[in-house]
């Protein structure tokens, strides 16, 4: 049984995973960064059918491509387009991994958010992404911990206390 904070971490968790850009991290619906940047590649193919495709990739792209093309409505469809073109308009090669890092910790960033518990938010961060190094998910909350932007969003959620974790 987990407690209160245990709980209002993974609540925060969830909720930043499921921001439309952060979905196609979670693990069920693309479970590898392998995967994942195949259907990054296939969103932009979707949108500039000129884009270059690097060769060991080309058939599964075209198929996510035609899967996109079937499946997405034109209200969609324009979504991604603003968000290609904006993307594009500032690289060319997607760094899918470093994406998809930053993506995982703003979720443990919004369950350390809710849960007010360092210790918790380490434990349980440390816990759902085992392959990020377990010291800069405590670096990167302690950081995040102390800055301006924390303690306002926190605020702003009426959630004034902090549990600091301190055991005695």
Known sequence: MRSDVELAFVAGRTLAA???????????FVPTLAELEIVVRSAIRLVNPESDVPA?????????????????????????????????????????????????????????????DLEVA?????????????GEIVRDLCSWGVSDGYF??????????????FRG
């Open 18 to 28: 499921l921001r439309p850009d952060h979905l196609l991290r979670w693990p069920t």
């Open 56 to 116: 060991e990739q080309a058939a599964p792209v075209a198929q996510y491509t035609t899967y996109l093309e079937r499946t997405l409505t034109p209200q969609l469809v324009e979504q991604l387009t603003a968000l290609v073109r904006r993307y594009l308009a500032t690289t060319q090669s997607p760094d899918v991994a470093r994406w998809s890092r930053a993506a995982c910790f703003s979720t443990i960033r919004a369950g350390f958010l809710l849960a007010g």
């Open 122 to 134: 380490s434990r349980l961060g440390q816990a759902a992404y085992p392959a990020i190094d377990p």
């Open 152 to 165: 306002e969003l926190r605020a702003q959620l009426g959630l004034r206390a902090v549990n600091l974790g």
